[in-house]
């Protein structure tokens, strides 16, 4: 495989070449879009009676989009140092995979803005749908299952105006098998139930019970024949939606992991008969890791939330391990050779959909078009622009986060600015404009309002120790959040290896250096508090505002707002 000097190299001295054959100005994008195919995306080593297909975390994007891989992915623990948290150098050498290479790009943040111009954007439902057809005509529909994650239908501005509905209809033509979820109930329990009635495929949530008589509130358990053998399904939602997310919005549910309900359902399914046993997940990857080792009985785990992308899936004891990163960017692959009622051999690889080289489906790309028809020109209006790389996804600030501090600082008139550490939000690169479609991708939620309020010092740090547990408890069954929050107007140092109480020292007011004293009052605004009757402005209307009287972002992408003590 070719490296990016290797382009470069050919570039200059085939530059005039290339440009007098009609392959544009910029012949190394055309050499990498020339060296990789759809044929070759598709390559794969199939195996056995059944095929798993893996789509989870694509928060509502439809269309491709840019998304810079994290540059810190902390694990703590006997999770430290090994998939996923590596990045950079360290994912490649694991992996094995050339810096430069479209595998580089797509997994890792090295070199991404010139990788990003090179390879150009990755997803686009329409490119996934073109590949998930290839390969139920390649292998039969018989012999494949295909698996929503969930966080489908949040994280765009045609998602938050139809309240979902858009990615519902364009889901369906995908043809899921079965779906689980987490942000989905954001938009409400009546709204969640309207659209799963909808949707006309299983949700399913082992872990969910009626608050009020302890019983399961969904379907656990579908099952299926593939290739003469029998599968089981069983969902796994994100089990500490109530605390990441505001409970008065779906109050009759009780979520938890409950690995004893779910050891039940895997047992119920093999007295059933069931041959493979997957779990649809959405636990997060770690919790899913430690999950494997305490039931006994799943074949396949196939897990979202986390965001993490591996280029295939991870044994883990008897269990295989996949998470199929977000955005649309990939599509997971598993093919499994059963023989005597057991996996006896598995081929498996994550499917980078680079839309440059996959032929867009006619039919998704017609629905695209229909669902966004009513909001395309307002989604395509330009509110501004940057010179900065714009990212969100890393356990601390992205420049997006930074952008959004700074324009409840600004606009809140507040000294301190909190953002939670949501995961989901696309890249812009440097030069771009920033378009509605594009603000809405980083705050499109339905609980969006901006607070300002009053806070000491102790309190600010023990609302740091709280998030940072949620994230760097040493045990990931304790992990109930997100990244980290994001801050704006003070500085700190992290710890991710201590202690609760202790991980977060050095709160020093941004400019003057000051130390934050414990018994001493801020004015703070953040937004996306789980509380209900929140007042303030929409994040989305605040930062159209802000980006507007900016008119060109520049930001300091080495202005850390933190220090890790590792």
Known sequence: MHTRRDFLQYALNAGFVLGAAGLGANPIRALAQQKLTQDDLLKFDSKGQVTLLHFTDCHAQLKPVFFRPPDTNIGVGAYAGVPPHLVAEEFLAYFDIEK??????????????????TYGKLGGLDRTATLVKAIRAERGDDKVLFLDGGDTWQGSYSALKTNGMDMVECMKLLKPDAMTGHWEFTL????????????????????????????????????????????????????????????????????????????????????????????????????????????????VIVTGHTHDATPVALEVGGTLLMSSGSHGKYLGRIDLDIKDGKVAGYSSTLIPVFSDVITPDPEMAAKIAEVRAPYEAETQRVIGSTDTLLYRRGNFNGTWDDLICQGIIEERDT????????????????????????????????????????????????????????????????????????VGGFTYACAPEGEMGSRISDM??????????????????????VNEGVEGPAIYDLMEDYITKKSVVSLDPDAAAVRVIL
């Not at 004293?517 to 801020?522: I, N, P, R």
Request: net charge negative; hydrophobic share 40%.
């Open 188 to 299: 409400g329990q009546d709204r969640f139930l309207e659209l799963v009635d909808a949707m006309g495929y299983p949700f399913l949530a082992s872990n969910i019970f009626d608050a009020e008589w302890d019983e399961p509130a969904f379907e656990h358990t579908a099952y299926f024949e593939r290739g003469g053998v029998k599968v089981a399904v069983i969902g796994q939602a994100m089990p500490y939606t109530p605390i990441a997310n505001p409970s008065w919005m779906f109050p009759k549910w009780s979520f938890g992991i409950r690995p004893e309900v779910l050891q039940a359902n895997v047992d119920a399914a093999r007295a059933e008969g069931a041959e493979v046993v997957v779990l649809l997940s959405h636990n997060g990857f770690d919790v899913d890791r430690k999950l494997a080792g305490v039931v006994s009985g799943l074949d």
């Open 100 to 117: 430069g290479s479209p595998l580089a790009y797509a997994h890792t943040m090295v070199d991404y803005v010139d990788l990003a111009r």
């Open 508 to 529: 020093r007011l941004t400019g003057s250096g000051e130390l934050m004293e414990a018994d001493k009052t801020y004015t703070v605004g953040g937004w996306a508090s």
């Open 415 to 486: 000294q301190i600015a909190l953002s939670p550490g949501f995961r989901w939000g696309t890249t812009l690169l440097p030069g771009a404009d920033i378009t509605i479609d594009d603000l809405y991708t980083e705050t499109s939620m339905s609980y969006p309002a901006v607070y300002r309020l009053e806070f000491t010092g102790a309190q600010l740090k023990d609302i740091m120790e709280d998030v940072c547990d949620n994230l760097f408890n040493k045990d990931p069954f304790l992990q109930q959040g997100g990244d980290m929050v994001r």
